[in-house]
């Protein structure tokens, strides 16, 4: 299948455009959005939540990943073929992370142009036809390239990445690596770490391991981001 991961939003025309254009040249294979809010213009926290949820994506899938700031600028479209999957989008650092966790990877620049390629929408013109080809097999749209690396980018930002539609605050911490003892602040506040929401008291603010694996800030019964004034890169502190 293919998988999109945007921050295009579910409104207006950008996401069913792509889509029109995976559907047309590879009707056969279906395409999934995987996430279509991540946050905007940010590919850094962007790439936080692609390496989490790439276990989504099997071998022989195709994830289609715009985050592109710098559209229509000098930075290079890119494909990666990461353990048997591939990755279609902007070298801009949104594959950073996933490009780290890689046991076998290998780089190509997007070579392939088409007749028309708007400034400023290269989700539907450049990746999502080389997205549906390589879901098809089709290879010779690409040239050998290193991407770009970040190395000054944290394996896990003490950073809020996300911010759900509860408002729920997904961080880049990764839960199994804190220390039992370690005490998670968010918002001036010390949080207690539940396992689900139910065991918080009612508008009572927590920290958990969500789906993921990731450190997640909630309340029970109401939005953690209103009530601490979390959003996309705000600082998680942790003391011992």
Do not use: C
């Amino acid at each position: 299948m293919i998988l999109t991961f945007t921050d295009f939003g579910v409104a207006g025309p950008y996401l069913g455009q792509m889509r029109a254009v995976l559907l047309r040249a590879a009707p056969e294979i279906p395409v999934i959005d995987l996430m279509s809010d991540a946050p905007a213009f940010e590919p850094s926290l962007a790439a936080v939540l692609l390496a989490a949820l790439e276990g989504t994506a099997l071998t022989g899938d195709v994830v289609l990943a715009v985050v592109d700031p710098g559209v229509g600028t000098e930075r290079a479209p890119l494909a990666l073929e990461v353990d048997g999957r591939w990755f279609v989008g902007p070298d801009n650092g949104l594959f950073e992370l996933v490009l780290r966790r890689a046991r076998e990877a290998r780089s190509f620049r997007i070579a392939w142009r088409p007749d028309t390629l708007s400034a400023s929408f290269h989700g539907r013109d450049l990746f999502a036809p080389v997205a549906a080809g390589l879901a098809r097999g089709r290879t010779d749209t690409l040239a050998p390239a290193a991407p770009l690396r970040f190395p000054d980018w944290p394996d896990e930002p003490p950073l809020v990445v996300y911010v759900d539609g509860y408002g729920n605050a997904m961080t880049g911490l990764v839960a199994a690596r804190l220390r039992p003892a370690t005490v998670v602040e968010a918002g001036g506040r010390r949080l207690a770490r539940v396992r689900t929401f139910g065991e918080a008291a009612p508008g009572e603010p927590f920290w958990y391991e969500n789906s993921l694996g990731l450190v997640e800030i909630a309340a029970n019964g109401t939005s953690a981001a209103a009530l601490l004034k979390l959003a996309p890169g705000t600082s998680i502190h942790l003391t011992a």
